[in-house]
């Protein structure tokens, strides 16, 4: 028994030790004190955990009295406070009359097994949060679809009311304002919504994020109150990133706000950019290895029990109650992060603060933002021509279409792509702008646009959705000249902008 590697000890009747191999206890002094021991009086005479000595010693008894095998696990710490866990296996040892005069126990290491199996659950939970996350994302997007089109017909007939006769309105002036405020605050959390749902439409440049920072510093400080500072601690060789300069400016925002609400009392708020390397031990679900910027943000407020720190980025989730929030703030940082290529982790426990990493995969070329040109004066709208709309809902094109016939252009309107080419057919005259929706049936706006292109090379074009799956596809058609994108819900002078914006 001396070579064997399982931990093998011999009892008497009595529970005390007749022989220990040297798997069970390596050091031969402490090996040989153990003879003619309990495993309390062992643990006694060492300092060892008299609690597991007892609970062996119990369980050896009962294996003993009732003449069965037993079998039970146990948890043990080593010298340097690491966990082991063993299997203990007790088995009686009759005599010819069948009473038990002996016991062997048998301990098995299954620390490993314990192991796996703790990373095999981390990582189904892990993915379970993932596939809901995903699933709400669905659920949210499609809502925020839905609602955006509503939106467009409520806020652009409001308009259209509230302009028909001005001089007539009297008090109704004020009823109008109150709607267009709802339809503003309902549009708010749609596009958070959206964000979370990675649904938005991202117009992504390459530019350096301490810019970024710069340029929300005024408004954070607007945010926080006198009580907690502001510092920033921005590398000045910080490699460049492909963002979309609002939404990561939103993205900080909310970050400010959520730390803000975590310091009741003085505070500290710290704002920092890093260049970093994710090397294999550091990939997660979300980031891949490679070289990043990272993003920090840091506050020295309450901090997050780990219950909460696991449904942090669900949407509606909040600790601030019904009256403090909707809960979307986070789950619409978490949104944006993810749909701009990048990764997000929070550093965080109860009473030391929290601290946001957000990792963006570097990108080499020339800086696009801030925009060097200083920006044009806007020519006159233009207040003729002729439009074909393109929107499958019948109510966002008929308040469309009157939005556009009084601001002085002609339209020729079509529920989806196939219908669009064929009223352009049968017009057998150019057109000065394809205004259409994105997702419809039969043929959606980007194949419409391809199509249209072919027939009448240069065509302007404005894509208008209340979200879209193609965010690929459309950036790339975007930035081309006489190319444009609209968001649902839009007001009427919204729409006249774009318009003259792509005409001009």
């Known amino acids: 028994m001396q070579d064997i590697d399982t931990a093998i000890a011999i009892f008497d009747a009595d529970c005390r030790y007749l022989y220990v191999n040297p798997v069970s206890v390596k050091d031969e002094a402490r090996r040989r004190s153990l003879i003619g021991k309990t495993d309390v009086e062992y643990a006694t005479h ?71 199996q703790e990373a095999l659950r981390a990582s189904e939970e892990q993915l379970l949060q993932a596939q809901k996350m995903e699933a709400i994302g669905l659920l949210a997007g499609g ?27 009297g008090d109704r002036t004020d009823d109008f304002r109150e709607i267009r405020k709802a339809v503003d605050r309902a549009q708010s959390l749609t596009n958070q919504l959206l964000a979370f749902g990675r649904k938005q439409i991202l117009q992504p440049r390459l530019l350096n994020l301490n810019a970024v920072v710069a340029d929300t510093e005024t408004m954070m400080r607007r945010l926080l109150p006198e009580r907690i500072s502001l510092t920033t601690d921005l590398s000045p060789d910080l490699r460049l990133v492909k963002v979309d300069p609002g939404q990561i ?32 031990e550091m990939i997660d679900e979300q980031c891949v290895e490679g070289e990043y910027v990272v993003l920090s943000v840091a506050d020295t407020g309450e901090g997050m029990d780990e219950p909460t720190r696991r449904r942090l980025f669900e949407p509606f989730f909040t600790t601030k109650g019904t009256l403090h929030g909707t809960g979307l703030g986070l789950a619409m940082v978490y949104g944006i992060v993810r749909q701009s290529g990048g990764c997000i982790g929070v550093d965080t426990a109860s009473g030391r603060g929290s601290t946001f990493r957000i990792y963006f995969p570097i990108s080499a070329g020339i800086p696009e933002w801030p925009d060097s040109v200083q920006t044009q004066e806007q020519p006159p709208a233009p207040r003729a021509g002729v439009v074909l709309l393109v929107e499958d809902e019948d109510a966002v094109r008929a308040v469309a279409r009157k939005v556009l016939e009084r601001s002085g252009f002609s339209v020729i309107e079509a529920g989806d792509g ?10 057998c005259a150019p057109v000065d702008l394809l205004l259409t929706d994105l997702v419809m049936p039969q ?8 199509a249209m292109s072919s027939l009448q090379p240069g065509v302007k074009i404005i894509f208008m959705s209340g979200y879209t799956e193609e965010g690929d596809q459309l950036r ?23 318009v003259s914006e792509v005409l001009a």
């Not at 196939?418 to 017009?427: F, G, M, Q, T």
């Open 143 to 169: 809502i925020a679809h839905d609602f955006n089109n509503l939106l467009t017909v409520i806020g652009l007939h409001t308009e259209l009311l509230a302009g028909a006769d001005s001089a007539r309105q």
């Open 443 to 450: 043929m959606g706006g980007i194949e419409l646009a391809k």
């Open 46 to 116: 060492w300092g060892n955990n008299i609690a597991i000595a007892e609970n062996r010693l119990h369980w050896m008894k009962q294996a003993l009295a009732e003449n069965r095998a037993v079998d039970f696990e146990e948890e043990l710490l080593d010298s340097a406070g690491n966990r082991h866990y063993f299997i203990r296996k007790m088995r009686p040892v009759p005599t010819p009359d069948g009473r038990p005069h002996r016991m062997i126990g048998y301990g098995f290491d299954i620390t490993d097994i314990k192991r796996a």
């Open 418 to 427: 196939v219908a669009a080419l064929d009223a352009y057919r049968r017009l």
């Open 249 to 280: 400016a939103q993205v900080i925002l909310n970050l400010a706000v959520n730390a803000r609400d975590a310091m009741p009392d003085v505070g500290t708020l710290n704002i920092s950019t890093r260049n970093a390397k994710m090397s294999s």
């Open 476 to 498: 790339e058609r975007i930035t081309l000249p006489g190319t444009a994108f609209l968001a649902k819900p839009f007001s009427m002078s919204g729409l006249q902008a774009k």
